[in-house]
Nanobody, 122 residues
Framework: QVQLVESGGGLVQAGGSLRLSCAAS????????MGWYRQAPGKQRELVAV???????NYANSAKGRFTISIDKPKNTVYLQMNSLKPEDTAVYYC????????????????WGQGTQVTVSS
């Protein structure tokens, strides 16, 4: 099994910054990609940013220019630096990771974190 633990959420004023972290642990043979998604009340979960093990990145239009995703491969940890936060960034942010696990037979895994709340006040 592969577990993801997120940290770094909180309450911040508009224009402020937060840094989210997500550490993967367990029977990880390799990670292909990690990413961040968010879900605001009454809305569907949406992509924020993803990064591959080769550090290719993809951002939602709403995140471009303000958020930066990075990965620490030896630590199996992904970060999301969020700057110039807006009230519309308020949501629960979820970490997602995909790769290969050696738990039981070798196979692919896809895991989600428990979510961390980000609240941006105006």
């Amino acid at each position: 099994q592969v577990q993801l633990v997120e940290s770094g959420g909180g309450l911040v004023q508009a224009g402020g910054s937060l840094r989210l972290s997500c550490a993967a642990s367990g029977s990880i043979f390799s990670i292909n990609a990690m990413g961040w998604y968010r879900q605001a009340p009454g809305k569907q979960r949406e992509l924020v940013a993803v990064i591959t093990s080769s550090r290719n990145t993809n951002y939602a239009n709403s995140a471009k220019g303000r958020f930066t995703i990075s990965i620490d491969k030896p630590k199996n940890t992904v970060y999301l630096q969020m700057n110039s936060l807006k009230p519309e960034d308020t949501a629960v942010y979820y970490c997602n990771a995909g790769g290969t696990s050696y738990s039981g037979p070798i196979g692919e895994f896809n895991s989600w974190g428990q979510g961390t709340q980000v609240t941006v006040s105006s």
